[in-house]
Each structure stands twice: as structure tokens, then as C-alpha cells.
């Protein structure tokens, strides 16, 4: 029994709900909002949104799973997935995902049942593209990265939604550009590392230099981004100090750290793995929600 728990665990592909924590960014940056007044309810909602959004994802990893299940087997890692490994039949997998997309979506209507409701409309459209990515897009060089990053987008997106606060401009800019940083590194690491069998299509139609390039772009923009939106009027307005701006330290040293995990350590395979697992980088997030609290509520 533990065994087959164990099985479907990896199936949802649980480690990567680590990417709907930025369902929590438009709550954890409106808690400094003079005008806000945030309860525990709306923290609790916000974390049910979360699982709403990490039920939805892990029905669309199977059904990809499912979709690239021969390519897989003869991949170096991802034959271990239980599709491609045989360990999940096709008809039990589809169901499992059918039942997780239901749970997802009838979670997002309950959370935000007003009319338009919201939530689920940014569900719906966050499945429709990712429905479009593992039948289409995925194999278009460019295109594929920055559906990801829309993704991502659509997770800020969901938490300014469920808690009914502005979410500033600026930071959904940011959200793009760091999630599009990371999908240029990985799509780099399988350039360098697992060229052959059982990778993606679309990696052959990339050349290692122009990811080189395109990953010092989108890292400079992620920080200039950021460093606008803790100096931008509104921001400063909105939590009634300028002192927002001392994370941006943090920033640069994380972004500095992943460019070395990346370039010296091979390591950019995994952006959910790395951001649990590398010391510095767990440090400097937490560094940096501290710090970014302790400018919310105690403003100079």
C-alpha cells in the first residue's frame, strides 16, 4: 500500500506544487497595504486556491505524462516516471487526472462563487493553455518557454482573485521574467547535458549560445523589474515607506547563486528541487521574506 501511495505521489508530481506559491505573492505583498485588511480566512482561502491551482497542474503533468509516455521511456530520468516506467496503466492515469482537473475546478468555482467567477476562469484558461503546450506548443523553440512563464502569470494572477486586492504591475512583470529565467535555464541544462534520445523535440532547435544570451537578458530584467516595483510610487504609496527596496540584495545574490548552480554545478535540471534543497538559496528566500515583513509592518 505504501508502495502504490508512494507511486501516485510521484505521478502528481507533488515537488512541483512548489510552484503555486506564488499563488500566496498578491497576499503576502498586500500585507503591508495601509488600505488592506487582510484576515486568516483570506490567508486560509488563499492556500485553498493553491491546492485548487497544484490539483489542476498535477492533471495536466499526467495527461503530458501520458502524451510523451514512449519518449520518456528512453529518456536517462524520466523513464522512471511511473507512466513511462509501466508502473501506471494509461487508463488509470487519465481517470486519476480527470478526477484531480474536476476537484481542481470545482474547488476554484467554490472558493470564488461570484459572478464572473473569477478563479475558475483563470483555472479554465491556465488548462486550456497547458492543453495547447502538450499538444502543440511545447514544440515551438521560444513559444514554449514563455507559455510556461504565463503560466506563471496566471498563478499571480488566481491569488489577486481569491483575496480581492490589486495586484501591482509591475510585480506580475517580474513573476514573467523570473519564471522565464528559470525555463531558459532548464531548457539550457537539457541542451548541455542530455542531448539524445528521450529529449524534448523542441531542444534540438536551440543553440547553447543563444541560451547563454537569453538567460543574462531575462535576469537583468527580472532585477531591474523588481527594483522598479519597490521604488514605483504606488508601491511606496500603497505601504507607506521607500524601505521596500532593501530586498533587493536578496534578489540579486538569488538570482547570482542560481547563475552559479546553473554555469559551475550543472544544476538548473530542477528549478523546484533546487529552491528546497540549495542552503544559500533557502537562507536568502527567507532572509528576504523577513525582511520584506519587517518593512510591511514596521515601516521607517
Known sequence: MSSRLFTFFRLFRVKQWTKNAVV??????????????LSAWLFWKVLLAALAFSFVSSAIYIMNDWRDRAQDALHPTKRHRP????????????????????????????????????????????????????????????????????????????GSVVVDVA????????????????????????????????????????????????????AGTTLTTYSIYTLWPETVAKFGTRWLSVTIPFVVFGLFRYLDLVYRLDRGDRPEHILLTDIPLVIDVLLFAATALCVFFWPF
Not at 500566496?24 to 485588511?37: E, T
Not at 541544462?189 to 542531448?195: I, P
Request: glycine fraction near 8%.
Open 167 to 218: 495586484i501591482s504591475p509591475w510585480l506580475i512583470l517580474c513573476a514573467f521574467w523570473l519564471a522565464l529565467f528559470l525555463a531558459l535555464c532548464k531548457r539550457r541544462h537539457e541542451k548541455v547535458n542530455l542531448s539524445g534520445a528521450g529529449t524534448r523535440d523542441v531542444i534540438g532547435a536551440y543553440s547553447s549560445k543563444l541560451l547563454d544570451l537569453l538567460i543574462a537578458l531575462t
Open 24 to 37: 500566496l505573492a498578491a497576499f503576502v505583498f498586500a500585507l503591508g497595504d495601509q488600505s488592506q485588511d
Open 83 to 158: 507512466i513511462a516506467a509501466g508502473l501506471v496503466s494509461g487508463p488509470v492515469a487519465l481517470t486519476t487526472a480527470l478526477l484531480l482537473l474536476a476537484a481542481g475546478l470545482y474547488g476554484g468555482w467554490r472558493l470564488h462563487p461570484a459572478a464572473p467567477p473569477l478563479l475558475l476562469i483563470v483555472l479554465l484558461a491556465y488548462v486550456l493553455l497547458q492543453v495547447l503546450y502538450t499538444f502543440a506548443l511545447k514544440r515551438i523553440p521560444l513559444l514554449d518557454v514563455m507559455v510556461i512563464a504565463i503560466g506563471f502569470i496566471l498563478r499571480a494572477i488566481a
